[in-house]
């Protein structure tokens, strides 16, 4: 296997960056707050590009709040927005939480933002304010999926009470689709288990239809449930990449980088089970095993019978799959999980590229591949530029990956099957399911029949039975 950072560059910038920003993902946590609207200290354009991208994915409304910095307020700090912010949050929605991320502008300045909390809470301590929780989300020191695990860690450690230990667990599932977390909710109801999964956006950021507009939609794991994380029996954590090289680490060596989970066994003494994200039979079936030594329960027969099929369709689509070459991209633990799964159906993953620079992306992909496949090339701090200048020695028959590599494969005639975040150019991405085996078969068949319709549509014969 061929690991590389980067190939060499004859260049200074990134060129079309295969991530996007920080307190874009702390943005998409507190969405999965109940009653939080978030709020971006920093520029107006920053909390912008986020609503841009989370509405044309979620096709959802989404308000997000900024301080508005300017000119003066870069030189001369940002207190007086800050408030001004708030205030206007509290008015015009009179939220139960209030997420705020930093921006790039705000931490090159050195805002102290958990002082700003606490003075605006002193000078307004006559009034019932709502919850305010923060994340450090610099992008220049790190991607979305930092900034989304920065976020629920610091939550966590905020919230989570101490306490007698109960008999629920926690589930912090990753920056997976609403489909997902309502697809998880319904696996761990089926095993009778009492939980809190956080973020849970999968009603804040897939609605159903309103008679009349809601400002903050309903949804969201309360504050109540988060507290709750601190007397849980257990954490399932998925992931095996997390933040553990992201913003947390990089601030000062003194700091050390901790997922949410981490801390909770660390602080609250909250035993921590890691695992991949379920996506593929060999991840879904640890994530199974792990919930039946949770609740003491089989495995309820639904999901046997999902296994089932999903085996049968392996076996079906074997032809068409086996052999073929991909070039899979996107954030580190969802193109780890994605590995996984192309290595069981036989399709060889040539390149495994992402944006994300945590620093153990190869040591990931040789332990789930097992030296399979000694040509792949696994490259972090990726851009699509730079994906672009690979393709042509790579040759590969399919992409797999987010919207943003679109315009490579239409330059190759090759097929791209959507999946992570975002997804702009295809409509209902919120409803896409990647997890279990249920959002594997999903996946499996997509990936089938993107090649079957390559394979017709570029026949010279045009054959109906394929």
């Not at 207190?79 to 997420?99: A, D, K, L, M, S």
């Not at 705000?106 to 605006?120: A, C, H, K, M, V």
């Not at 999926?145 to 306490?163: I, P, Q, R, T, W």
């Not at 290595?343 to 040591?363: D, H, Q």
Request: hydrophobic residues 35%; charged residues 25%; aromatic residues 10%.
């Amino acid at each position: 296997m061929e690991a590389v950072k980067s190939p060499k560059k004859t260049f200074v910038s990134t060129r079309n960056a295969c991530k996007l920003c920080a307190p874009l993902g702390a943005s998409v946590v507190f969405k999965g707050i109940k009653g939080c609207l978030p709020m971006i200290h920093g520029s107006q354009g920053c909390a912008t590009y986020i609503r841009r991208y989370m509405i044309s994915h979620f096709k959802e409304p989404v308000d997000i709040a900024s301080s508005n910095f300017s000119e003066e307020t870069t030189i001369f700090g940002g207190n007086r927005n800050f408030n001004t912010g708030i205030e206007n949050i509290i008015q015009q929605y009179n939220p139960e939480v209030i997420g705020i991320a930093s921006a790039c502008l705000s931490e090159t300045i050195g805002e102290d933002i958990p002082r700003l909390i606490r003075e605006y809470r002193t000078v307004n301590a006559s009034k019932a304010l709502p919850v305010f929780v923060n994340a450090s989300t610099p992008s220049y020191q790190g991607t979305h999926m930092d900034g989304f695990h920065e976020a629920v860690s610091s939550v966590v450690a905020n919230l989570a009470e101490c306490g007698e230990t109960g008999t629920h667990i926690n589930i912090f599932p990753g920056f997976v689709s609403p489909a997902d977390l309502r697809h998880l909710k319904d696996i761990l109801t089926d095993f009778g288990l009492d939980y809190v999964l956080f973020p849970d956006y999968s009603d804040s950021l897939d609605n159903p239809h309103w008679k009349e507009y809601q400002i903050i939609p309903e949804g969201g794991t309360a504050v109540s449930e988060i507290k709750r994380t601190g007397t849980a029996k257990a954490s399932l954590e998925f992931g095996y990449i997390l933040n553990l090289g992201g913003i947390n680490s990089r601030i000062t060596e003194s700091k050390a980088a901790f997922t949410a989970a981490q801390w909770l066994e660390k602080n609250r003494s909250v035993i921590r089970c890691k695992l991949g994200m379920p996506i593929g039979i060999n991840e879904t079936d640890r994530f199974f095993k792990q919930l039946e030594e949770l609740s003491g329960k089989p495995t309820p027969n639904r999901y046997e019978r999902q296994r089932g099929r999903l085996v049968d369709a392996y076996v079906d689509g074997h032809k068409y799959v086996f052999g073929k070459r991909a070039i899979v991209y996107g954030d580190e633990d969802m193109v780890v999980g994605l590995v996984a799964f192309l290595t069981e159906i036989g399709i060889e993953p040539v390149l495994v590229a992402s944006g994300g620079e945590s620093g153990i992306l190869k040591r990931e992909i040789e332990r789930i591949t097992e030296g399979k496949y000694p040509q792949m090339k696994v490259v972090s701090g990726m851009d699509f530029e730079s994906i672009n200048e690979m393709t042509e020695e790579l040759k590969p028959d399919i992409f797999i990956g987010n919207s943003k590599g679109y315009y490579i494969s239409r330059r190759l005639g090759i097929p791209l099957v959507r999946v992570g975040f975002p997804v702009h150019d295809r409509f209902g991405a919120q409803r896409l399911q990647h997890l279990g085996y249920e959002g594997t078969q999903q996946l499996f068949d997509r990936i089938t029949n993107a090649l079957i319709e390559y394979k017709q549509e570029h026949s010279p014969v045009g054959y109906k039975y394929i």
